[in-house]
């Protein structure tokens, strides 16, 4: 068989390529081969273990208003190769140190029709591939606009696929389990009425994109280094099984406006037979640059509560009042408005959370509607703007900033953009500087809505560098960025580590707007988690929504041990503990598992997983020798036989197991849970049972 595929390969060779290369991973499973074919066109082949897992796949832009595309007709001017091996140490992560081993080729291609020059670097790691185009300085290439890129991803099969489809301005759906070829009759359902998908291909769907082959291979598509550039989505031909990129236009339809020399951001290729190593993988990471903040001490990983939870079930509201008094638009005389009672972030309301987070050990509470304009923006106008520094009446700012330091607590602040971006930019200095002032150092963004100035999507080259514009200027203040319905991440916080949080996917808000499937957190981590941290907002205890609102009938599809066990499989330095304290304090018994588990990690071991049924990790707390381990379940009942190798040798440790109860389940009986203490080492095999929408929590302390 071997000699078959060699012979296959010089047959490919020898009829269809002009010049082709091969470049092989470090331990050699992985090997990519680059040629041209006849007509100039680059292509490449991505094989594992000697096995064909990405088919010969096409390379190049079409340009707007030019008909010397950078499609075909190229020449190898050079190529080079190279290596690294080296490590180097996140500011906050699941590791304390990251490995950065790849084999590099370097290919320099000239377009001699057009006296263009395009260089495309390829980087193979041992669990996957990434490459991206360089566009050098050249006089007949300065500015130019891409019409559409060309890369394409061709598969091997109808591979089953774990996707989210195709929307310019929100990731919030729950994902679809199919194979290739039914995402276009599924995709309709797939999406809600008034998406921006309607503008989409019905066979489009976003990155990260999670596959696995017939069998058994796992395929991630994804990019990293998402800068100055359109977010990119996939188009699939479900005839050839090709995908191809299909990046966010803007206002005019244009998918990029670049100026040589630049670069695009990177399209990565993970592969591996074990789905743990998917989760584990650093490509996204390892193809961003190392940090540009050289002082990162202010920049520290945060358990936090807030108001928040009560908003987002209906028991509280964000606004004031209901109704508007305005001598002006925009200027709301509250003096001739009364007070609709219902509003959460009052002076009196926010003690309560700092009290409850002092006692219990956070670090943080968030306040949500504490700033004039949400009646106005709920309710009057669509096109209303914060102005980020005006309290409503009742949330006292420089009492609450008093309150909070003397009891230790950090208030962190949040900006409702209302997706207006411009808006923003023009306050975004006063409103920071009004942060510091009062003793915020991080703060919660959001972009609800549609984008304004109107035509631009949130996941476009313009509003990107807005994202990226929000980032960078808040490092100059030293405050920390936690973005919600921005694009979805590419790795970018080890460059900008003072992003250490997002959204940007389906969260658990959505618990209170109908519910979420209740697989759907053993799919993040192969998805939305590839490309950095999410605020996925874990830890709710009361299931039934309509015990904090009478109006509102939806649960949360989980059970009480399953979101304890999100501490630990969802990854983030930003943990939220997200229900409100009454609830907490039904259960302190099972709230002790949030207080205790760790937000900033050493070492992280992924000991089971399979997309969209389970997922279990061990991960070992920073600077401690204690382990958190974590497992959620799908739908379906099942038993987890682990092994604790990942322990210690020769150490005992005292091992706090909170699990499903045998009669718990996510729809009749969630809150069903038992803890129990044993004495482990890393000899000792554990069998734990985990329920419909469950999981279990444990934590590892060492003791004499």
């Given at each position: ?7 296959l390969i010089l ?80 500011v ?34 041992n669990?996957?591939?990434g490459?991206?185009?360089e ?48 995402i276009?009759?599924l ?92 989760l ?23 358990k ?11 028991k ?9 008094f ?30 409850f ?12 509607g ?13 096109d ?31 900006h ?18 009004f ?54 991440p590419?790795?970018?916080a ?15 808000e ?40 009478p ?24 943990q ?21 588990v ?18 279990t ?19 379906t ?24 109860d ?39 302390v060492?003791?004499?």
């Amino acid at each position: 068989m071997k000699r078959l595929q060699f012979l296959l390969i010089l047959f490919f060779t020898s009829t269809s390529v002009l010049v082709g290369q091969e470049l092989s991973s470090p331990n050699g499973k992985l090997k990519m081969i680059f040629a041209l074919l006849n007509d100039g066109t680059p292509t490449y082949q991505l094989n594992f273990n000697n096995k064909e897992v990405i088919k010969t796949s096409k390379l190049g832009f079409e340009l707007k208003n030019d008909t010397n595309s950078l499609i075909k007709d190229f020449n190898i001017l050079s190529s080079e190769t190279s290596s690294n091996d080296s490590s180097w140490e996140p500011v906050w992560g699941e590791v304390k140190s990251i490995r950065n081993q790849y084999n590099e080729l370097l290919i320099t291609l000239e377009q001699k029709k057009s006296n263009r020059t395009l260089i495309i670097r390829f980087r193979l790691f041992n669990d996957g591939l990434g490459f991206r185009y360089e566009f050098p300085s050249q006089k007949n290439l300065a500015y130019f606009i891409i019409k559409e890129e060309q890369t394409e991803f061709a598969m091997t099969g109808d591979h089953t696929a774990y996707w989210l489809a195709g929307d310019y301005d929100t990731q919030e759906y729950d994902y679809t389990i199919s194979r290739l070829s039914e995402i276009r009759k599924l995709s309709k359902d797939a999406v809600t009425p008034n998406a921006s998908q309607t503008q989409f291909s019905p066979t489009g769907v976003q990155t990260s994109l999670m596959m696995k082959t017939s069998d058994g291979i796992y395929l991630n598509l994804h990019e990293a280094a998402l800068i100055d550039y359109s977010c990119m989505h996939l188009n699939l031909d479900d005839k050839t099984m090709i995908f191809k990129s299909w990046l966010t236009p803007d206002a005019n339809g244009d998918k990029g406006h670049l100026q040589s020399p630049c670069k695009t951001p990177w399209r990565t290729i993970m592969v591996s037979e074990n789905a743990c190593d998917i989760l584990a993988s650093k490509i996204t990471y390892n193809l961003n640059e190392p940090s540009k903040i050289e002082n990162t001490s202010w920049i520290r990983p945060i358990k936090y509560v807030g108001v928040w939870w009560e908003m987002i079930t209906g028991k509280s509201s964000w606004s004031y009042t209901d109704e508007l008094f305005s001598v002006q638009p925009g200027i709301t005389n509250y003096a001739k408005t009364k007070p609709n009672g219902t509003h959460g972030a009052t002076t009196a309301n926010v003690k309560k959370y700092i009290d409850f987070a002092a006692l219990h050990g956070f670090g943080g509470v968030l306040v949500e509607g504490w700033n004039e304009g949400w009646e106005d923006w709920f309710g009057k106008s669509k096109d209303y703007v914060f102005d980020f520094v005006t309290p409503y009446p009742d949330f006292n700012v420089s009492e609450l900033r008093d309150y909070a330091k003397s009891k230790g607590i950090k208030l962190i602040m949040h900006h409702e953009t209302s997706g207006s971006t411009r808006n923003y930019e023009r306050h975004i200095d006063t409103a920071f500087k009004f942060m510091k002032a009062n003793g915020y150092n991080a703060v919660k963004t959001g972009y609800v809505g549609p984008i304004l100035p109107r035509g631009f999507f949130h996941s476009d080259q313009w509003t990107n560098n807005h994202y990226q514009y929000v980032i960078e200027k808040a490092a100059t203040y030293q405050i920390m960025v936690n973005a919600h319905e921005a694009v979805r991440p590419t790795g970018i916080a080890r460059t900008w580590p003072n992003m250490i949080g997002n959204e940007s996917a389906r969260g658990t808000e959505f618990q209170a707007f109908g519910g979420s499937k209740p697989n759907h957190v053993t799919i993040l981590p192969f998805t939305r988690l590839i490309g950095g941290p999410m605020d996925y907002t874990p830890g709710i205890f009361e299931m039934d929504i309509s015990k904090l609102n009478p109006k509102n009938t939806s649960r949360c599809n989980s059970t009480l041990a399953n979101q304890l066990a999100l501490y630990v499989t969802m990854y983030s330095p930003l943990q939220m503990a997200a229900d409100l304290p009454e609830n907490y304090n039904r259960f302190l018994d099972a709230f002790q598992f949030i207080k205790d588990v760790a937000i900033d990690w050493d070492d992280s071991k992924y000991l089971e997983a399979e997309p969209g049924q389970y997922i279990t990790v061990a991960r070992k707390a920073k600077g401690s020798s204690s382990w958190f381990l974590g497992n959620v379940n799908g739908e379906t009942p099942r038993v987890s036989k682990l092994s604790l190798d990942f322990l210690e040798p020769k150490k005992t440790y005292e091992a706090t197991i909170y699990a499903d109860d045998k009669t718990a389940h996510y729809k009749t009986n969630p809150q069903a849970y038992t803890i129990r203490k044993i004495r482990v080492t890393n000899k000792t095999k554990l069998t734990q049972l985990s329920a419909p929408g469950g999981g279990f929590a444990i934590s590892f302390v060492e003791v004499d």
